[in-house]
């Protein structure tokens, strides 16, 4: 049976952005919007009053600053790649996203 955690649900773009978040050096060119979209599809995202989101996947919830650019910084990345690998997103989950193969 297939754990709730694998990204077989995500489209082609999901792929691509988590593919980039794992990506070593770290990607300074991963668009907020792709991070929302992605952050959706694997678990809930809450725009705050404060110029946060809340983003909770699987059991954790991350608080994010919305950049004033289109594209995420480091810390974000960091912070990212903790909440998805926690969710079991990690990097062997990005290389299967990327190629889209399950177990």
């Not at 995500?10 to 770290?26: A, C, K, M």
Request: charged content about 20%; proline content about 3%.
């Amino acid at each position: 049976m297939s754990s709730t955690s694998e990204p077989v649900h995500l489209n082609n773009h999901h792929r691509n952005t988590l593919r980039q978040i794992f990506q070593h050096p770290v990607s300074h060119n991963i668009e907020w919007h792709s991070v929302v979209s992605l952050l959706e599809a694997v678990g809930s995202v809450v725009q705050n009053h404060d110029g946060t989101v809340a983003a909770t996947v699987g059991s954790e919830t991350e608080y994010f600053e919305i950049p004033a650019r289109k594209d995420i910084d480091t810390e974000t990345v960091v912070n990212l790649r903790r909440i998805l690998s926690s969710a079991g997103y990690g990097t062997g989950a990005g290389d299967m996203a990327a190629s889209g193969q399950e177990d």
